[in-house]
C-alpha cells in the first residue's frame, strides 16, 4: 500500500461509526470494512434504511420512509425501493441556513464569489417563486444552458423544490446539439448564461441562444445570467429576461415550500453521448440520488 490509515484515524472515521451503529442495531458482526461491505450486499434492505436514518453519522434523510423498504427486489427493471416515502431532494440539501460557505466558485481566473448556506436558500426560495408564477409544477422540465455557475445549481434547487424535472446541456454545445437534447424534453423554462470563459477566452453565448429558443415551442421564459458581459440585448431572443429581473418581485419570500414527493419521483434528465444517433434521455430519480449522495459523501468521503 501507499498509504495506510492510522488505528486513530480509523477509530474516528465516520464509516466506522456507521458500522458500529448497523452492529448494534441489526444484531450483526460487523468486525471490518470487509464485513460492512458483504452485509451491505446481503442485506440491501437493512443497508439502507441505516443510511436512511443515518445512523452512526447523523444526518439521515429528512423525509417520511414509510414502512416498506423494497418490493420486488428480484425483478431487474422492476425493483420498488420505498414506495411508501415522502421527500423533496432540495429540501435535504438546503436543510442548513447559516454562514458557512456552501459554493465557492472561480470562472477561470475571471470571477471568484461565494454563497453561504443563507444565501444559497434564499436564493433557491426566490428562483422558486418565480418558477411558480410561470406556472412550473411537478413534472415540468426546467433546463439549463450553462456552465457550472452557482445559478445553477441555484435553478436546479429551485427546480427540485417544485418537483420539475432539471436537465442540462453545456454551453459549448451548437446549436442542433442542444435541440437534439431539449426538443425531447420540451421544457417550459430555460436558464441560459451570455457566455463562459475558455482557455483566457471569451466565448459568446446569446447568439446560439437566440436560434435555440426559436425552435423550442415548450419554452415560456427564458433566464438570461449574465457572467461575461455587462451589457445585454436580448431582443433576438424570444420570452427573454436577465436573472435580476426574473427573481426581483420575489426577494420578499424567505421560506420554500417543499413538495413532498415519492421515491421515485424523476429529479434529472441527462442523455447519453448521441454517438449512435439522437442522445437517448436518462432519467434519475430523487430518492435514489439522494441516498447515493448521502453514503459517498458520508461513509466513502467521511
Known sequence: PLWTPSPERIAAASVTAF???AERRWGVALPDYEALHAWSVAQPEQFWTSVWEGDGVGGGVIGTRGERVLVDGH?????KWFPDARLNFAQNLLRSRDARDAIVFWGEERVKNRMSHGELYRAVAHFAAALKEQGVVAGDRVAAYMPNLPETVVAMLAAASLGAIFTSASPDFGV???????????????VACDGYYYGGKTVDVL???GEIVGQLPSVKRVVVVPYVHREHDLSHVPHARLYADFVAPFHFVDDIEFAQLPFDHPLYIMYSSGTTGVP???VHCAGGALLQHLKEHKLHGD
Open 19 to 21: 458500522r458500529l451503529a
Open 280 to 282: 437517448k434521455c436518462i
Open 207 to 209: 447568439g446560439k441562444l
Open 176 to 190: 442542433q446539439g442542444v435541440l437534439d437534447r431539449f426538443g425531447q424534453t420540451e421544457p417550459k423554462v430555460l
Open 75 to 79: 425483478r431487474m427493471p422492476g425493483a
